[in-house]
């Protein structure tokens, strides 16, 4: 079973992202904060991360950074995922070592077929009505 660290502030998007990877077959970790998320991604050791940029105290980019620096995580696949939807911001994810940028709000099925192809696998049929066409992350935080 592959793993995955999502590390958002807002817990809204943290459950739906819980949920929906649960529910496709993956395990979850999550952190809400990006020291938080440091310490989870050295111990866990994810097969991929989702990170949001916009946090408290030590924002993405900044985690980004450490993870790629840290010879435990530099090789972990992230994923950003965050509101803020300007080219220049996901020129620099890309750019500074983030594998795909997705931008809040999102699509359920978007986000799950994005990480299915980036580990190597098949997506999972639809979750039902709810999950494979809804939308999650407001991005009122960022």
């Known amino acids: 079973m592959k793993k995955i660290l999502v590390v958002d502030d807002e817990e809204d998007v943290l459950e739906v992202l819980r949920l929906v990877l649960a529910k496709n077959g993956y395990e979850v970790l999550t952190a809400a904060s990006g020291m938080d998320s440091l310490t989870r991604a050295q111990s866990e050791i994810p097969d991929l991360i989702v990170l949001d940029i916009m946090m408290q105290q030590m924002d993405?980019?900044?985690v980004l950074k450490l993870f790629k620096l840290d010879e435990r995580t530099s090789a972990i696949p992230v994923v950003i995922l965050s509101a803020r939807v300007e080219p220049k911001d996901k020129i620099r994810g890309?750019?500074?070592g983030a594998i795909d940028y997705v931008t809040k709000p999102f699509a359920v099925r978007e986000i799950l077929t994005r990480i299915a192809a980036i580990l190597g696998r098949s997506p999972a049929p639809p979750a039902g009505p709810a999950g494979a066409a809804g939308t999650a992350g407001?991005?009122?935080g960022e």
């Open 138 to 140: 407001t991005g009122g």
């Open 94 to 96: 890309l750019q500074e």
């Open 60 to 62: 993405g980019w900044e």
